[in-house]
């Protein structure tokens, strides 16, 4: 079992930064590729970044391309997401996710396919 705790989320304004932070507790945290997402009221929840267990590849969303950076510290079972230029369009619950699929796990944390655990979230919101 893996608890996933976010934090970090606030009222900003936009063009205004935050980092996120997702701890883990359980089971090995380097054993599992993570994902950030997000969801807004009336909408899906959505992908917006992942990475690979030792933390060398990410991948990220076209609409956060460049003003989000994903990173992970397995030393300390924590998982963060760095938003630069906030937009109030970034306005949403944000979750972090793992996942212990094997050579596909991109796919399987961008399209939701195979995750073991979410968190709660915790809300952003970016004022004009």
């Known amino acids: 079992q893996v608890q996933l705790v976010e934090s970090g989320g606030g009222l900003v304004q936009a063009g205004g930064s935050l980092r996120l932070s997702c701890a883990a507790s359980?089971?090995?945290?380097?054993?599992?590729?993570m994902g950030w997402f997000r969801q807004a009221p009336g909408k899906e929840r959505e992908f917006v970044a992942a990475?690979?267990?030792?933390?060398?590849?990410?991948y990220y969303a076209d609409s956060v391309e460049g003003r989000f950076t994903i990173s992970r510290d397995n030393a300390r079972n924590t998982l963060y997401l760095k938003m630069n230029s906030l937009k109030p369009e970034d306005t949403a619950v944000y979750y972090c996710?793992?996942?212990?699929?094997?050579?596909?796990?991109?796919?399987?944390?961008?399209?939701?396919?195979?995750?073991?655990?979410w968190g709660q979230g915790t809300q952003v919101t970016v004022s004009s």
């Open positions: 359980g089971r090995t945290f380097s054993s599992y590729a």
């Open positions: 990475i690979s267990r030792s933390g060398g590849t990410t």
């Open positions: 996710a793992a996942s212990q699929s094997g050579s596909r796990w991109y796919s399987a944390l961008k399209e939701k396919k195979s995750i073991d655990y």
